[in-house]
Nanobody, 120 residues
Framework: QVQLVESGGDLVQAGGSLRLSCTAS????????MGWYRRAPGKQREMVAR???????IYADSVKGRFTISRDNAENTVYLQMNSLKPEDTAVYYC??????????????WGQGTQVTVSS
């Protein structure tokens, strides 16, 4: 089974920056799109950013111009650089990977989540 290992969540003051990392470990056939989602207290989970294997990106309107998603295919890692953080960005951030397993099943895997707290 694939495991997505996330890191980088922390407590930061408004205006600060954080970089989240997510690495897919164990065996799989290939990684397709990867992305970051978040769930704030009392809110529905929302997409923050996604990136295809070729590097095309999509961002939520609320983070455009502030967040940047990138990936290192050789390292099976996706990053989320978060700048100009706002209290509204406070949420648990989850890494997602669309992948093909070793037995060729198409599966979505999720990380455990990393807490980002932005204080005012």
């Amino acid at each position: 089974q694939v495991q997505l290992v996330e890191s980088g969540g922390d407590l930061v003051q408004a205006g600060g920056s954080l970089r989240l990392s997510c690495t897919a470990s164990k065996s799989f056939f290939s990684l397709n799109a990867m992305g970051w989602y978040r769930r704030a207290p009392g809110k529905q989970r929302e997409m923050v950013a996604r990136i295809t294997s070729g590097g095309s990106t999509i961002y939520a309107d609320s983070v455009k111009g502030r967040f940047t998603i990138s990936r290192d295919n050789a390292e099976n890692t996706v990053y989320l650089q978060m700048n100009s953080l706002k209290p509204e960005d406070t949420a648990v951030y989850y890494c997602n990977a669309d992948l093909i397993t070793s037995d060729y099943a198409v599966v979505d895997y999720w990380g455990q989540g990393t807490q980002v707290t932005v204080s005012s």
